[in-house]
């Protein structure tokens, strides 16, 4: 009897061990999702990390990459040229990629959300369109009277077209403002914002039209986009914008995440639907706005990197996701000046070409991946 009773033990034990299974398993997913997150963010820190060192190294010059770490600790190169060409060159233009990768990208994960548009990107709300106004009037119209008045206010050199795009995209930046505290539907915003962005856009092909060749010359090498443009000088206004932007994202994750399930839900769950909103709106201006006004307009960033955000980190929390794309929206900027400088040869293609040849292809996946799914759900 001591016998069936042992054996009845050892029979009852593997049961209760694979009954405790699921159990276990289920406690530990959350973790295991947890880990695996921030593995992928310290794997996207030391990939920014990496490209920012390689946009040091390498371009028709390549340097060493114990000489570049020997240059930012304030060491003597091999060569006195490569200090000037680190610190005086790719260093400012370095930062500026990087900074406006990250500006780019949470701005448009912004948008996204705001709009429950999987298209949305930067400039929906016509900030581009009136950076390039401002830049189109100055180069293309009032010409070298243009020029005297931006020197009269000390703005001359090279801050003259960035002070012009300034102007116009916080005049578009009030526009968009005033017409959001008025109006109750994100639609009726979105196409206000298209319709503004169309308006420019006429008003600068007036322009272009009876410019001479030379002014639309100028005009058309800004529109091309460029990291390379911003100086030392401009870059203590360039990272404060892109900071003070950011920072308002991060204090904004928790209302963009009530908004993922639509503006009753978040109304219901106690937000300030029209304060978070003007938030939302005044944070993507500043990012989107000051990026254009010393870049110009880099196009698909903003689009593309949420979208690979989201998919690998397999979740909508802002929380992550805003960390997650200042990582590599700033990774694939680099990348993309760094294969627009075409390394060892003199030529520099169009930045904007380049982000287009990265992002629509992403573009081009999430539209199949939703078609798909709408069919797989019925239509």
Known sequence: MAQVKGTDARLRAPIATRDMLPTLTARSLPRLRRDARLIILLALAGGLFGAFLLSLAVGSVVIPLDQIITILLGGEAARATWSTIVLDFRLPKALTALLAGAALSVSGLQMQTLFRNPLADPFVLGISSGASLGVALVVL???????VLLAGLGLAGDFGLTAAAIIGAA??????????????????????????????GALVSLLLYFSIAERIQTYINWTFGSFGGVTWRQIPIFLPAVLLGLAGAVALSKPLNALLLGEAYAQ?????????????????????GSVTAFCGPIG??????????????????????????????GTLALLADLIAQVPGHQIVLPLNAVTALLGAPVVIWVILRRASTRASFGG
Request: glycine residues 10%.
């Open 141 to 147: 119209s009032v010409g070298t009277t243009g020029a």
């Open 171 to 200: 005049c578009a930046l009030l526009l968009v403002l005033l017409v959001a505290a008025r109006v109750q539907s994100m639609m009726t915003l979105l196409i206000v914002g298209l319709m503004f962005g169309y308006a420019t």
């Open 268 to 288: 219901s769950m106690g937000l300030n639907v029209r304060r978070a909103r003007l938030g939302i709106i005044a944070s993507t201006a500043l990012l989107a």
């Open 300 to 329: 698909f960033l903003g689009i593309a990197v949420p979208h690979l955000c989201r998919g690998l980190l397999h979740t909508a929390d802002h929380r992550l996701l805003i960390p997650a794309t200042v990582l590599l929206g």
